[in-house]
């Protein structure tokens, strides 16, 4: 459902984010 989806979404914001700040902290 929706649920899951969101989540989902979630997840992919939380790496790209996750990723962004690796590369500014270097």
């Known amino acids: ?3 899951k ?4 979404r979630w997840s992919k ?3 790209l984010f996750e990723s ?3 590369g500014r902290t270097g």
Do not use: T, Y
Not at 5 to 8: I, K, N, T
């Open 20 to 22: 962004w700040r690796d």
């Open 13 to 15: 914001d939380k790496n």
């Open 5 to 8: 989806l969101e989540h989902l």
């Open 1 to 3: 459902g929706p649920r």
